[in-house]
Structures are given as C-alpha cells and as structure tokens.
C-alpha cells in the first residue's frame, strides 16, 4: 500500500511502518528544527531525542485527534516536550570535572545556566495562564519537586485541594497550549498566503 497525506496517520495508527517513515520525510526537518532551537547547548543529544520523539508519536498515534490540532503541531509539541524533557534531565546529571578539565567545566557552567534560563522561560510561558498561587504550587510540587506532604504543611491546604488545584491546573494549561497550537497554525497559515 502507498503512504500519503490522505493514509499516513490511519496507517501510523495501524503500526505500519513505512507510515513512520513517510512521517520522517514530511516532518522530520519540522521536528529536528524544534529540537535543536532547545538543545542548541547539547548537539550530541538531539539525535537521541529525534528518535524518542518518533517513538512517542509511535506509541500515542491514537490520541491524535485530528479534529483538534493538525498532525504537524502536534508533532511538534511533541518534539518541544521532549526536548524540555532532555533539558531538565541534564540538570540533573553530576558534572564531574579533573583539574586538567577546568576550561571545559567553565563553559560547562555557561551552558547549564543557559540551560536553566531556557527551562525556566518556557516553565514561566507555561504556566502563565494560572492564578499565582497555582503557579506557586506547581513550582513546589513539579520543578523544585516537594512531597504534597510537605507543600501541604507550607502553605496550610490540604493534600486533596492541592491536589484538585494541580488537576485544574494541568487542564487549564493543556487548554492553553491547544489554543496557542490552533493560533500558531493559524498565524502560519497567513503567513504562506
């Protein structure tokens, strides 16, 4: 069977391969660029995030929902998670350093913190459209990673309100980043007229 623009995503959905293929081909370059505008500090990682960004697309081919969002912003959105993702992981990496090395280390501190600045920047566009005592909680509980337990006894709410919040939270910001994918199609879409 031949992939095309009318088949790919029925076909990505029914494993077939050479749907993951043509996916490569059509988009790939979309996907690479959205990587490498977040890893631009981390070039060795980018083809191992290219590849989990098509295994996520793989594997969650049947929550597309076309209706919603046009397969390539959702690929998109996929890939600029993913390399958020690759970002936050780094951070976390023991920097180990010899006396020989100390060049290396000084600009391995100049692309931490400009790693950091690129998290923290698309942490703050994410979560600007909550109140700022939700955003405070997400702050606690998913970048400085605070047991509820402890969010709880800090701020005098209960784990289930906090918990309801982080909820409505999560929507709220998915409903966001829909909208801003809708607009950001739309906006390209002016742009090619």
Aim: charged share 35%; glycine share 4%; aromatic share 8%.
């Amino acid at each position: 069977m031949r992939i095309g623009r009318h088949n790919y995503i029925k076909q990505l959905r029914l494993r077939n391969e050479d749907a993951l293929m043509y996916v490569i081909d059509e988009y790939g370059g979309l996907l690479m660029s959205v990587i490498r505008k977040h890893l631009f500090g981390l070039p060795e990682r980018q083809e191992e995030c290219f590849d989990d960004v098509l295994l996520k697309i793989w594997r969650n081919s049947l929550e597309f929902d076309e209706e919603k969002n046009s397969f390539a912003n959702w690929a998109a959105a996929i890939a600029r998670y993913q390399a958020i993702d690759y970002l936050r992981q780094r951070k976390r990496e023991p920097v180990t350093v010899g006396i020989e090395d100390a060049p290396i280390a000084r600009e391995d501190l100049v692309l931490e913190k400009m790693i950091e600045e690129e998290i923290s920047r698309e942490t703050e566009k994410m979560l600007s459209c909550l109140k700022p005592q939700d955003r405070e909680l997400f702050m606690k509980v998913y970048v400085d990673e605070q047991p509820i337990e402890q969010v709880s006894k800090e701020t005098g709410m209960k784990k289930a309100v906090i918990y309801n919040r982080l909820s409505r939270g999560k929507a709220k910001i998915r409903r966001q980043c829909r909208m801003g994918n809708t607009l950001a199609s739309l906006d390209a879409g002016k742009r090619t007229q």
